[in-house]
C-alpha cells in the first residue's frame, strides 16, 4: 500500500511539472518526465508482484520501463538550472538513444508474446535483455549523476563570486537529492541484478523480498521528495540573475595604479556606505555602484585580494558585527539580531563565516572579550 500509494503521488506531481506554467517550461518537463519514468518502473515491478499480469497480460505489453532515460534526464535537468539559455539540442538527444534500442526490444517481447500465447516475462529472450537493461542503467545513472553534480560545483563556485545571499541562487538541494538518489540506484540496480541471476525472482526468500520492499520504498518516495522539491522551487532559479564570468588574459595588463584605485573605490563604499549591510548585495549591484566592469571587479577580487565575492563581503560584515559586539550600544541586542543587520541572511551563514574569519564561533568570542 504505501509503494502504491507513492507511485500514485509519483504520477500526480508528474503531471504537476508538466502542464503547471513557470518561467523554466524545458526544466519543469525534464524533471516530470524523470518522474513519471521512475514511477512507470514502480508500477511495472507491482504489476507483476501483485500478479495482475496473470489475469491481466496486456499491463505488461505497454512500454512502462524507460529505466535507461533517467540519468540522462536528471543530467539534462541540472544542465537546464544552471544554463539560462539552455535548449535541447540534437547532442542532446542522442542520448536517449538506448531508451529507443529498450522500446524495440520491448516490440519484439511483445510480438513473440502475441504470437505464441505466452506471458511476457516468460519469452525465451526476457532474462538477458532485462540483466543487460539493468547494467547499463546502472551504468548509466553512476554517470549521468556524477556529471550533474560536477556542474552543481561548477556553478556554485560562480555564485560565489556574484552574490552573498546564497539562498535564491544556491543548488545545495540539488546536489543533496542527486548524492541520495546516486547512491540508491547503485545499491538497487546491482540488488536487481543479483537477482535475476541467482534467484530470478523466487520470493521464498524472505530476506530478498524485504530487501526488495525496502529498496523499492525508498527509491518511491525519494522520486516523490525530488518531484516535490521540484515542484516548490519551480519558479526558483538562479537563471533569472545574470552571473559574471571572465577571462583572466582579458585583464592581465591592466596598470596597478588602476586596480588600486578600483579597490580604493570599493572600499570606500563598504567603509564609509557600509553597502554589504544589503543582503541581497550582488557583484553587479557593487560594480554599478563603484562604477567598474562586473567582470573586471570579479578579476580584481580573486586574483589581487584572493578572495572571490562571497568571501570578501562577509570579511566586512564579520568586522562590523565583532565592532558591535565590543560597542556598549548594542549590549542589548542579541547576536543574530546584530547579524542580520550587518548583511547576514541565516544563522548557519552567519556562524560559518564568522569562524572562517576569526577561527572561533561568534558565542565564544563573544565571551571573551
Known sequence: MLIVSG?????????????????????SKLLSGTILFVSLHLANLMIVDLNLEVRFPYLLWIPSSYLTAIGPLVFLYTKSLTN????????????????????????????????????????????????????????????????????????????????TNLKQVTLAWLRKLIVYYRWLWMCWVPFIIVLLVSFQFQKQHIIIVIILY??????????????????????????????STYDQKSYINVPKHEIDNYIARVEQLMLKEKIFRDE?????????????????????????????????????????????????????????????DCGFNSKATFNRAFKKETGVPPSAFKKSK
Open 280 to 340: 541581497n548585495l550582488s557583484l553587479r549591484n557593487l560594480a554599478q555602484q563603484a562604477d567598474i566592469e562586473p567582470n573586471l571587479l570579479s578579476h580584481i577580487l580573486n586574483t589581487n585580494l584572493q578572495k572571490n565575492f562571497y568571501e570578501y563581503i562577509n570579511t566586512f560584515r564579520v568586522e562590523e558585527v565583532m565592532r558591535r559586539m565590543k560597542d556598549p550600544k548594542y549590549a542589548h541586542f542579541k547576536l543574530l539580531a546584530i547579524a542580520y
Open 7 to 27: 507511485i500514485i503521488q509519483g504520477f500526480i506531481i508528474s503531471g504537476i511539472l508538466f502542464f503547471r506554467k513557470t518561467d523554466q517550461p524545458v526544466s
Open 214 to 243: 525496502t529498496l523499492v520504498i525508498v527509491i518511491t518516495y525519494l522520486t516523490y521528495w525530488i518531484g516535490l522539491e521540484g515542484l516548490r522551487r519551480i519558479d526558483f532559479t538562479f537563471a533569472k540573475y545574470q552571473l
Open 84 to 163: 539560462v539559455s539552455f535548449g535541447i539540442t540534437k547532442k542532446d538527444s542522442l542520448q536517449f538513444i538506448p531508451v529507443i534500442v529498450e522500446l524495440i526490444f520491448h516490440a519484439i517481447q511483445v510480438t513473440y508474446c502475441l504470437k505464441n500465447n505466452v506471458q511476457y516475462y516468460r519469452t525465451p529472450f526476457y532474462f538477458i535483455f532485462s540483466l543487460l537493461i539493468y547494467i547499463w542503467t546502472g551504468i548509466s545513472i553512476v554517470y549521468y549523476l556524477k556529471m550533474s553534480l560536477e556542474k552543481i560545483d561548477k556553478y556554485e563556485l560562480l555564485v560565489l563570486k556574484n552574490f
